[in-house]
């Protein structure tokens, strides 16, 4: 959306020029890609219900989304590691009782991550 919002800031002088030139084909000719951008934003604002949001909104509501992504990441690699932690113990354990049900009683060494 901000970057229909700018896109759209950008070309709306020339979008507004081709008009008051009653559409010329020439003029379209010229400026055919910063028109066809005007068009596309402005078709992204038409797809958007209601008031648009102004990009300071918009970076606010971003700023809070990642802020709250950073949080949770920062959970996930604690909860994660635990998992690690957890996978090697269980790990060691299948290794001794293995070993034990074998017959073969040999030291191990405990490998943690």
């Not at 990009?55 to 802020?67: D, V």
Request: hydrophobic share 35%; net charge neutral; glycine share 2%.
């Amino acid at each position: 959306m901000i970057n229909s919002i700018h896109d759209y800031l950008k070309t709306k002088d020339i979008y507004a020029e081709w008009k008051e030139t009653s559409y010329d084909k020439h003029f379209y000719a010229q400026q055919e890609q910063e028109i066809i951008i005007h068009k596309a934003a402005k078709k992204a604002f038409d797809a958007v219900p209601g008031k648009i949001p102004t990009i300071k909104e918009l970076s606010a509501e971003y700023s809070e989304i990642l802020a709250k992504k950073q949080a949770a990441y920062a959970q996930y690699r604690e909860t994660r590691d635990s998992m690690r932690e957890l996978l090697t113990v269980k790990a060691n354990i299948d290794m001794v009782t293995d070993r034990h049900n074998s017959g073969r009683c040999t030291p191990i060494k405990v490998i943690i991550e």
